[in-house]
């Protein structure tokens, strides 16, 4: 009966993410690369920043580092969703424009598989592509009757992976993690170009890519007593880069005065590429009460070759340059007044998981000649309990970030994003006993 219904859960929660592929997003960077990363963090890591390498809790879902499942006692069964919304405000030159957007956010499942084995299975973004605006040029600013166009840049898509993994503790304190992850996204970015009437005519530039590929993440942690109540947890991971699929650019050129089209389209192949990765990180727990730590993460896309449109010659092929190495630095903290194992009474504040975090990333792309912008996000969140007659292990966790992403003679990006997750965090394998 157990095996009907921890299956029919995991359905379930497949299911229920299954049309949830990408959050939403409306800044024009992420017409860049493979579009805004997304931190890949859950309801912990959604309020310290996505602080995660060396977090080892069995409460709570940590898909960053695979070996943080062997922590899961026996008798847990956690599931964890989340939802996004946020509000953007874009500025350049003086101008400001504000946009709202919500999402579907991430779900995951963790759970004890045997002893000293913990396993999850979810559904994280990986990146999110979607914008819209226009440009407006003259096509010879030195000619007193130049023509003129307009530029109109529409893009949408994303992509997400569907991941199981294993965590093993095979020695005291040492444990290995693996997750093998379907990714899979697609796009849609289209450039289309209006000349004024003496030209009568129209260029739509369309790149597409279409993913079904897969990803490997390794992961390893160990963690040591330091004294009678504190403990040390290090961490390590690792992302297996490989070639994605292939890249297409679609080229229809009319005139708008015979309405006759040309077409002509470039397949590049392979031309989409995940980086090796690589980070590193520790926590610092005081007391089960405090936990503080840092991560480092390298993501070495300055490696790949990404494809690029030649505009003079209108040639779409693979390029170096185009990408860059990206670094993110983490720090946060979590802290619990009095932890839910402390059997005495106290104030419901005094149960409440507070939450802080910041994060650092430099870019992984180019705009031209210049580096694309730099990312800073500062959260604060909380992690309330649902106390009641028959659960008292399972949070409503709810985090506020500001994430500023900006680059020097470019748009600056202000997001304030609210997330909210909920973490079901359930003794689903216990025996009863009836006296």
Same mark, same amino acid.
Not at 161 to 177: C, D, I, M
Not at 212 to 240: C, F, H, N, P, V
Not at 291 to 296: A, E, M, N, Q
């Given at each position: 009966? @157990?095996k009907?219904?921890?299956?029919s859960?995991? %359905?379930?929660?497949?299911?229920l /993410?299954a049309? %949830?592929?990408?959050s939403s997003t409306?800044s ?11 931190d890949? !963090?859950?309801?912990f ?6 602080l995660s390498y060396?977090?080892r809790?069995g409460?709570?879902?940590?898909? !960053?580092?695979p070996?943080?499942?062997s922590?899961?006692? !026996?008798?847990?069964?956690i599931i #964890? ?11 350049? =030159?003086?101008?400001?424009?504000n *946009? ?6 991430y779900a995951a ?6 002893p &000293?084995?913990?396993?999850s299975?979810?559904i994280?973004?990986?990146?999110n ?6 440009? %407006?040029k003259?096509?010879d %600013?030195?000619?007193? +009757? ?6 109109a840049y529409e893009g949408?898509?994303g992509?997400s992976q569907?991941y199981?993994g294993?965590g ?6 040492l444990?290995?993690?693996a ?7 697609d796009y849609?970015? #289209?450039?289309?170009?209006t000349?004024?009437d003496?030209y009568?005519n129209?260029?739509?530039? $369309?790149?597409?890519a279409d993913?079904?590929?897969w @990803? ?10 330091i ?5 040390? $947890? ?10 994605? =699929?292939?890249?297409?650019?679609q ?5 708008t005065t015979t309405?006759v089209? $040309?077409?002509?389209? $470039?397949v ?5 590429s995940l980086p ?6 520790f926590?610092f ?6 936990t503080?730590g840092? #991560?480092?993460?390298?993501?070495k896309w300055g490696?790949?070759?990404?494809p ?13 340059g185009?990408l860059q190495?990206? &670094? *993110?630095?983490?720090?946060g903290?979590?802290w619990?007044p009095v932890?839910? +194992?402390? +059997?005495r009474?106290?104030s419901?504040? &005094? ?6 975090g ?6 992984y792309y180019?705009i031209g /000649?210049?580096?694309g912008?730099t ?5 604060a969140g909380?992690g309330i309990p649902?106390?009641?007659?028959w +659960?008292?292990r ?5 985090s506020?970030?500001w ?5 020097? #003679? ?8 609210i997330?909210?997750?909920?973490t ?5 394998f216990a025996?009863?006993?009836v006296d």
């Amino acid at each position: 009966m @157990k095996k009907r219904l921890f299956g029919s859960i995991l %359905a379930a929660l497949m299911c229920l /993410t299954a049309g %949830a592929q990408i959050s939403s997003t409306l800044s024009p960077y992420t017409q860049f690369g493979l579009g805004a990363l997304s931190d890949q !963090s859950e309801s912990f890591g959604k309020g310290t920043s996505g602080l995660s390498y060396g977090v080892r809790n069995g409460k709570f879902v940590n898909s !960053s580092n695979p070996a943080s499942y062997s922590a899961v006692d !026996s008798l847990t069964m956690i599931i #964890d969703v989340g939802v996004m919304g946020q509000i953007t405000n874009f500025k350049e =030159g003086g101008k400001k424009m504000n *946009r709202k957007t919500a999402d579907f956010d991430y779900a995951a499942a963790l759970f004890r598989l045997f002893p &000293h084995i913990g396993a999850s299975v979810g559904i994280i973004p990986y990146s999110n592509i979607g914008y819209s605006y226009l440009e %407006a040029k003259l096509v010879d %600013a030195s000619l007193s +009757n130049s023509n003129s166009y307009v530029n109109a840049y529409e893009g949408n898509g994303g992509f997400s992976q569907a991941y199981f993994g294993l965590g093993w503790e095979f020695a005291k304190g040492l444990s290995l993690g693996a997750n093998i992850s379907y990714f899979w996204g697609d796009y849609t970015k #289209d450039v289309l170009s209006t000349f004024s009437d003496s030209y009568a005519n129209t260029i739509l530039k $369309t790149y597409t890519a279409d993913v079904k590929s897969w @990803k490997l993440d390794l992961g390893a942690q160990y963690s040591m007593k330091i004294g009678k109540q504190d403990r040390l $947890t290090l961490g390590a991971t690792a992302s297996i880069g490989h070639k994605l =699929g292939d890249a297409v650019m679609q080229i229809i050129n009319t005139n708008t005065t015979t309405g006759v089209a $040309t077409t002509n389209e $470039t397949v590049v192949e392979d031309g989409l590429s995940l980086p090796y990765t690589f980070g590193g990180g520790f926590s610092f727990v005081r007391n089960n009460s405090l936990t503080v730590g840092g #991560d480092y993460q390298l993501q070495k896309w300055g490696s790949l070759e990404f494809p690029q449109i030649n505009e003079s010659t209108n040639t779409y092929k693979k390029s170096r340059g185009v990408l860059q190495d990206r &670094h *993110r630095a983490v720090i946060g903290a979590d802290w619990i007044p009095v932890p839910l +194992n402390v +059997n005495r009474k106290v104030s419901f504040f &005094h149960r409440i998981h507070y939450r802080l975090g910041v994060s650092y990333a430099t870019p992984y792309y180019k705009i031209g /000649t210049h580096d694309g912008p730099t990312e800073l996000t500062v959260s604060a969140g909380l992690g309330i309990p649902i106390i009641n007659t028959w +659960n008292n292990r399972s949070t409503v966790n709810i985090s506020a970030q500001w994430v500023r992403s900006s680059a020097k #003679d470019l748009l600056t990006d202000n997001t304030f994003r609210i997330n909210i997750g909920l973490t079901f965090n359930e003794r689903w394998f216990a025996k009863w006993k009836v006296d």
